[in-house]
């Protein structure tokens, strides 16, 4: 694929986070695909496939979301290759009703029309200080 069709791809993703709907994220991710949470906090580490991603760290987050679903916001994409660059921001309230806005950085890694790597980049701080930190047995689950 092209850096513009990878682009298109995940500029769609964003519109359907935007909407808290649609499939495109996981009917496109590889089965060996990564997400990697970059620092040096509780969430940090590399979620690799399928389901530590979806059930481990996104099902996580979805479980403290009052909304369920994560609605982030995205402004700027920027192409190149097999990666996208995008500048994002995020729209939501936990369950206990706190602000979760976090700002975003994520770099995706499109490899055969399949989003193979994902590397977050945010506020870590805030993470911990809204969410909590990750449950090590969810992460622990996740890794097998």
Not at 47 to 67: C, D, Q, V
Not at 103 to 123: L, N, P, S, T
Request: charged share 25%; proline share 2%.
């Amino acid at each position: 694929m092209s850096a513009a069709d990878n682009k298109k791809l995940v500029q769609q993703i964003y519109t359907e986070s935007a909407n808290r709907s649609g499939t495109t994220f996981l009917d496109n991710i590889a089965e060996d695909v990564t997400w990697v949470v970059t620092g040096q906090y509780s969430w940090s580490g590399e979620f690799k496939g399928r389901e530590a991603i979806n059930n481990g760290l996104m099902g996580h987050l979805r479980s403290l979301l009052a909304a369920g679903r994560p609605r982030t916001l995205a402004f700027n994409f920027i192409a190149e290759g097999e990666y996208v660059v995008v500048e994002a921001r995020g729209d939501n309230v936990t369950k206990d009703g706190v602000r979760y806005d976090n700002q975003y950085c994520m770099v995706w890694r499109i490899e055969d029309g399949k989003i193979k790597e994902i590397k977050e980049y945010c506020d870590s701080a805030l993470v911990e200080r809204v969410l909590g930190p990750f449950p090590a047995e969810r992460k622990l689950a996740a890794a097998v």
